[in-house]
């Protein structure tokens, strides 16, 4: 059952595999177990990136594709969603209809860059998908009339999913049941079934030959694979989970907006926590995204607790002030990379 | 003279700015194992990956089953029956055994057949089955590289110096699997420097220096006549026994 599930492909390591199930078990009871907006925030934008940084580890990791065009699939998924529902007015209808939109959209620009510039370098791919995105963020700018530019544009969602709603008025382990505990359970179901289906994806036949692509696509075109054909199939696969997450990100927020969306941040997040998970294992998206966004989230909070615990010492208080958790962020960065070269589940699962 | 599976006609190969192949005239007969002999730089490799269509032939035909290839893509080279083992035991590290010979069943399925007849003469790959290809040792890795070139049946393999750096225990089972792979009529092309291994094996061979073969014939005659050997190897078949 689990194996079938999981797709035959098992974690490899005790450790790796305890942090999951507690991933997986956090994620799970979040809303129950954490009050406050924030708590469930971070919950959320963790089932979010997990799939969002999987998507792109089909990419780099499994593909050997260096794109930085990623944020604008991202991007399309949510402004699609995000524009439907504000012209369309809050309707699942609407929903699906920007769902539909994008999805299309972001499959033909897929095919586009894949069969345009998969053919050359990839140093060459990469440029161009960083020239398309850099465009398309551009655009979603200027276009302030028709996508709120810079500010964005805030829009309600179907009214199962607006916070003001009540499934039924008993609250069931102190948690009333209300519209923005079901979008979290929609993002968490929806999350888990497109990472399963990726780990599907990464252990079927097409997914060897990704992984062959990577490895040698010279052998891999020798054994009759067209390796165009392989890579631009991945690039839009990736594009379209890419797409999906961000609606579901888009109706997590009720909002959309260049800087959440589109922004080079979101890309170099990505990179870094598929760097520091480990690429190739969809896995390292797991535990990657969830220290990542944990620490984007808490680090600031943990430095302040910190910075007063030390209010004595003088260099270290300064040290730990909450203004440069940047700083640690980055020199934590620095570590995982060092001390974790093939990331944290390549790690792992090289322990002897 | 036995119908021609391959051949290759006045063909040049350019790499980069280098002039590789010069004018290469090759015919290789069907069913039997033709050797590519030849010094380092010869241009045996290049040759090999001509025909593949690794690099592109700038003059000349590649005629397969009287077919011309020499603009055909690589994975459609493939697909019409040619398997090529390349040198430096090009395995897919990464995969398992299985996975690297699923790859190349291209029906989505491997004979078990087939793959007892590969187990029997390479035992390992069974004992290894379900390991990544990349911890495997030299030897098993160019068994890998075989078995999947021959995971199903090809009208051609070409193979780039299979023996390069093997220890002489693996060379001789080597020697075994080329021998059942003739008895089933296999097609092969066999690049190879160590003469010794290759003598017993090949029906016809090619001599190449300076990207042109410079001599075609039959094992046997090539064997027998030491003073060609000096001539074209600069060798004597005494310094190989």
């Not at chain 1, 009214?159 to 069931?172: M, R, T, V, W, Y």
């Not at chain 1, 609606?247 to 907006?257: D, E, F, K, S």
């Not at chain 2, 160019?142 to 693996?170: F, H, Y």
């Amino acid at each position: 059952m689990l194996k079938s599930i999981l797709s035959g492909d098992f974690p490899r390591s005790r450790i790796l595999s305890i942090m999951l199930v507690l991933t997986f078990i956090g994620l799970a009871v979040a809303p129950f177990m954490l009050s406050g907006a924030r708590p469930l925030n971070t919950a959320a934008t963790i089932c979010i990136f997990i799939v969002l940084v999987a998507s792109y580890d089909l990419l780099l990791g499994y593909t050997g594709i260096v794109s930085f065009a990623h944020t604008m699939f991202y991007g399309i998924g949510a402004y699609g969603v995000g524009l439907a529902l504000d012209a369309m007015g809050p309707s699942w209808w609407a929903v699906f209809t920007g769902l539909a939109s994008a999805l299309a959209l972001a499959l033909v620009l897929a095919l586009m860059i894949g069969l345009f510039s998969l053919r050359v370098r990839a140093i060459f791919y990469a440029m161009i998908t960083l020239a398309v995105a850099s465009a398309f963020a551009i655009l979603a700018s200027q276009l302030s009339d028709f996508t709120g530019g810079e500010d964005g544009k805030t829009f309600k969602v179907p009214e199962i999913l607006s916070p003001g709603f009540k499934l039924i008025e008993a609250e069931i382990f102190g948690r009333s049941i209300d519209g923005k505990l079901l979008t979290y359970y929609l993002v968490f179901t929806a999350c888990l079934l497109l990472f399963l289906f990726m780990l599907r994806v990464v252990n079927s036949p097409f997914g060897r030959v990704l992984q062959a692509i990577r490895e040698n696509d010279f052998r891999a075109e020798a054994l009759g694979y067209r390796t165009v054909v392989y890579r631009t199939l991945a690039n839009c696969l990736a594009a379209l989970i890419a797409a999906l997450a961000g609606a579901l990100m888009a109706l997590w927020l009720r909002y959309v907006g260049p800087k959440t969306f589109l922004s080079f941040e979101v890309m170099t997040d990505i990179l870094l926590i598929v760097v520091i998970g480990g690429m190739g294992t969809l896995y390292g998206a797991v535990v990657g995204a969830a220290l990542f966004i944990f620490a984007q989230n808490y680090l600031q909070s943990l430095m302040a607790e910190a910075s007063e615990a030390l209010a004595g010492v003088p260099i270290l208080a300064q040290a730990v002030h909450p203004d440069r958790w940047m700083l640690w962020l980055g020199i934590l960065f620095v570590l995982s990379v060092y001390f974790f070269p093939t990331g944290i589940v390549g790690k792992l699962r090289n322990r002897k | 003279m036995s119908e021609l599976l391959l051949e290759l006609s006045g063909v040049h190969t350019h790499i980069g700015q280098y002039h590789i192949l010069q004018g290469v005239d090759l015919a290789v007969p069907k069913g039997g194992l033709t050797v590519l002999l030849g010094r380092n730089g010869a241009g045996k490799t290049t040759t090999l990956r001509t025909i593949m269509g690794l690099w592109q032939a700038s003059a000349g035909s590649v005629r397969f089953e009287g077919r011309d290839i020499a603009a055909v893509k690589t994975p459609d080279i493939a697909q019409a029956g040619i398997a090529y083992v390349p040198e430096s035991m090009a395995i897919f590290s990464d995969l398992t055994v299985r996975e690297n010979l699923y790859l190349a069943a291209r029906q989505g399925e491997m004979d078990e057949k087939r793959l007892d007849w590969i187990f029997g003469f390479f035992p390992a790959l069974k004992k290894f089955w379900n390991y990544p290809a990349g911890n495997l040792s030299g030897g098993q890795k160019q068994m890998v590289a075989i078995a999947r070139a021959i995971v199903e049946p090809r009208k051609l393999i070409l193979i780039d110096e299979p023996t390069k750096g093997l220890a002489p225990a693996i060379i001789q089972g080597m020697i075994a699997a080329f021998k059942e792979l003739k008895a089933t009529d296999t097609t092969i092309l066999l690049v190879e420097q160590n003469f010794n291994f290759v003598r017993s094996l090949g029906d016809t061979v090619a001599v190449m220096d300076d990207g042109r073969v410079v001599h075609a014939g039959t094992m046997a005659e090539l064997s027998e006549d030491r003073d060609l050997q000096q001539k074209l190897l600069g060798l004597s078949m005494d310094a190989h026994q």
